[in-house]
């Protein structure tokens, strides 16, 4: 089987060098706050990019902060995390601020760590060409000038990335292993479901939010499946991000979830509708992974209203309507309560996952679909959709269908034939990719749009 796992590139460096403002550029939006003011990034934010039909993850870091703010601890922790996560660094630096121990420091880091970097020099249209000399004696031999305020040399940046990091599809070494991840915002219960799960204490278990640091993972067998679980740090609120190690978690939760099949979304059933759980929902979605909302804590629920399971779930419904097809699934570690049944829905949504269906099964679905609700046309446009096959290779359900003026396709008849396609096939637990290509475009004809270029 080919597992689809998206490259991770990192911005790291000092505060105010321009990191913020590169993401937003390189993304194409707004996401990120950008002011003057040192430090204004107070967590990781991540999106996907795409450039030359290759899709990479871009995270950008909190800004390191200065001596006086734990500035050993910190600096530390980012580079620690980047190069244990990332399969890129991007060292940025401001070229209008002469080098500094600091961009040394951060330089003997980064080299240290083995991984592929670049170093990226920013704001060059404020500065002569003999001021931005000195910043090559960091060591890093590759480097980069831009202003992004201009966007100025960030086109070069972006062909040197993806020369640099690996392609999207990789070949699992262990065919039989199903990888899963709990996902959540710290003290939501993570590193007790995972010693529930593996029934002993391999993780730390404590009241203060944040303890644990690394990705702890572990295997089990279940049903004749060996099943790796990874336990991954909590990712704070915007705002909420303390001082060292959660700083940076969010990169090695990005690359725990890239490394499942199966993502455990969990939350607290004390403190639910957070807009960071829809967010890391929208990451495991993104990343095309299967997903289980799981509610935890159940048992510190006193009284417990017949009908309080289905309000939950219809609250959860809305909340989570970007992703209806995954499942919700109430428990408790402490008394055990359906998480023995975690592993029966990871099982199904695997094997969902690994569904082939036969492409003329397909297209008599896709004749009868449109026959019973056509397209509707756009500017005297109509949509024709003539037939469909399955992408063979790809560890996410995907399906291409080829017609004529397909750009005229309604977003909500796209997701009337998904409603469909999953009433006719399953695909419960698991996100489904529909690509639709014009069939008389022919470098288009039979090409993957979920692969790059080769």
């Known amino acids: 089987m080919t597992t689809k796992k998206t490259p991770i590139v990192a911005i790291v460096g000092r505060t105010n060098v321009g990191k913020s403002s590169l993401y937003n550029l390189v993304i194409g939006k707004r996401e990120a706050i950008v002011a003057k003011e040192a430090g204004t990034t107070r967590d990781s934010l991540m999106s996907k990019a795409m450039w030359h039909n290759q899709e990479f993850w871009l995270v950008d870091t909190a800004g390191v902060k200065d001596p006086e703010d734990d500035f050993e ?47 990226v020099i920013n704001k060059i249209d404020k500065v002569k060409q003999d001021e931005i000399d000195h910043f090559k004696r960091v060591g890093i031999k590759e480097y980069n000038l831009i202003s992004v305020s201009q966007k100025q040399g960030v086109n070069d ?23 899963i991840s709990l996902i959540g915002r710290p003290n939501v219960g993570k590193s007790t479901l995972f010693n529930a799960i593996l029934k002993k204490q391999q993780a730390i ?18 049903h004749s499946k060996n099943i ?9 609120r915007s705002g ?30 004390n403190e639910l509708n957070v807009a960071l759980d829809q967010k890391l929902a929208g990451m495991i979605k993104e990343s095309g992974k299967g997903l289980i909302l799981v509610i935890t ?16 779930a219809q609250e959860l419904k809305s909340t989570f309507d970007f992703v209806p097809w995954a499942p919700l699934i109430l428990t408790s570690s402490i008394t055990g ?53 399955q992408e063979k290779d790809n560890d996410i359900p995907a399906f291409k269908i080829f017609g004529s003026n397909t750009k005229f396709l309604h977003w909500s008849y796209k997701r009337y034939l998904e409603r469909n396609l999953r009433q006719a096939y399953g695909f419960e637990g698991s996100p489904v990719q529909l690509w639709f290509i014009e069939k008389h475009v022919p470098h288009k004809h039979g090409v993957s749009p979920t692969k790059s270029k080769k």
Not at 205 to 222: H, M
Request: proline share 4%; glycine share 2%.
């Open 73 to 119: 601890f910190t600096i530390q922790e980012q580079i620690y995390q980047a190069s244990e996560s990332a399969d890129l660094i991007l060292l940025m630096v401001d070229a209008e601020v002469p080098i500094n121990d600091d961009d040394r420091k951060l330089s003997e880091m980064a080299l240290k760590s083995n991984k592929p970097i670049i170093l």
């Open 157 to 179: 940046l972006l062909n040197k990335i993806i020369a640099k990091i690996p392609k999207i599809s990789f070949k699992r070494e262990d065919q039989d292993k199903i990888s």
């Open 205 to 222: 278990v404590s009241e203060r939010a944040g303890t644990t640091r690394d990705v702890n993972r572990n295997k089990i067998k279940y």
């Open 228 to 236: 790796e679980v990874m336990d991954t740090a909590g990712i704070r």
């Open 240 to 269: 909420k991000i303390q001082q060292g190690v959660e700083r940076f978690s969010v990169i090695r939760s990005l690359s725990a979830i890239e490394e499942s099949d199966v993502c455990l979304l969990l939350m607290d059933c």
């Open 297 to 312: 804590k159940w048992d510190a629920v006193k009284e417990k209203d017949p009908f309080l399971r289905d309000k939950i």
């Open 337 to 389: 309560q359906n998480v023995t049944k975690i592993f029966d829905l990871v099982i199904e949504i695997y094997e969902n996952r690994q569904q082939k269906i036969a492409t003329s099964k397909l297209n008599n679905w896709l004749m009868e679909t449109v026959n019973a609700h056509p397209p509707a046309g756009l500017k005297n446009r109509f949509p024709k959709l003539n037939y469909i096959i």
